[in-house]
């Protein structure tokens, strides 16, 4: 893909695998949440199958795996209780680069906004243990859409609410959903995986694929150099 960071008005981060290891927490929360209800646990695997969506996907997905018996209302209301206990016991824990890229962003007077599949009260929740809150000129999360990743609709509000064209912007990605939706969204994409190594024909319509967001300072500065 033919693309300058200097180009780049916005940039939109994805939030939980991203810029927050918090993927771990969510495989432990759910698991706990079905031990409670005598399910039995779900695999890495079938873990994997719920990242990047919001909850009415991941719900949908869940009564697949364990029938429409499955009181699923209770097992997100404990699965999300674990996950505020856990945060406000021991906050959460920021992926490598993301406070180098801030600053670089900062430093450039590009607009920062998250867009997760995570509520809105989550985001929140997370951000602000992880000393983040600020740091963003806005937010928009998975409840506030009418449909999650991988269809376009929160990248779009993104940059909506930004007051940015789409082609403008660019969005970081750790999972397969979210790089869908980044490229339905037509905004340009770099993926840092986390749990998710993306397929080829996802990794061919992002910009580039990178270990950490320290390769997204890299490449600022490659760009930036010339």
């Given amino acids: 893909m033919n693309f300058n960071f200097k180009n780049v008005k916005a940039v939109i981060f994805d939030m939980d695998g991203l810029l927050l290891d918090t993927e771990p927490i969510a495989f432990n929360a759910i698991n706990h949440a079905l031990k409670q209800h005598g399910k039995n646990e779900l695999s890495l695997e079938q873990f994997k199958l719920l990242i990047g969506k919001v909850a009415q996907d991941t719900n949908s997905i869940l009564c697949e795996l364990y029938g429409s018996s499955l009181d699923i209302t209770n097992v997100r209301k404990l699965s999300s209780a674990y996950?505020?206990?856990?945060?406000?016991?021991?906050?959460?824990?920021?992926?490598?680069?993301?406070?180098?890229?801030?600053?670089?962003?900062?430093?450039l007077k590009l607009k920062?906004?998250?867009?997760?599949?995570?509520?809105?009260?989550?985001?929140?929740?997370?951000?602000?243990?992880?000393?983040?809150?600020?740091?963003?000129?806005n937010f928009v999360s998975g409840d506030q859409v009418q449909k999650g990743k991988p269809a376009p609709d929160i990248f779009l509000r993104a940059a909506e609410l930004l007051n940015e064209k789409p082609e403008c912007c660019l969005v970081l990605e750790d999972s397969i959903a979210g790089a869908q939706a980044a490229i339905s969204a037509k905004i340009p994409l770099i993926i840092i995986p986390d749990l998710l190594e993306p397929?080829?024909?996802?990794?061919?319509l992002a910009v580039t694929c990178l270990d950490s967001l320290l390769g997204v300072c890299q490449l600022i500065d490659n760009h930036y150099s010339l």
């Fill in 83 to 107: 996950i505020r206990e856990h945060i406000s016991e021991k906050g959460a824990k920021i992926k490598v680069g993301v406070l180098e890229l801030l600053k670089k962003l900062e430093d």
């Fill in 112 to 137: 920062k906004i998250v867009a997760s599949s995570s509520s809105y009260n989550q985001v929140i929740l997370k951000l602000k243990s992880a000393d983040l809150l600020d740091r963003f000129e």
């Fill in 199 to 204: 397929p080829p024909e996802i990794k061919k």
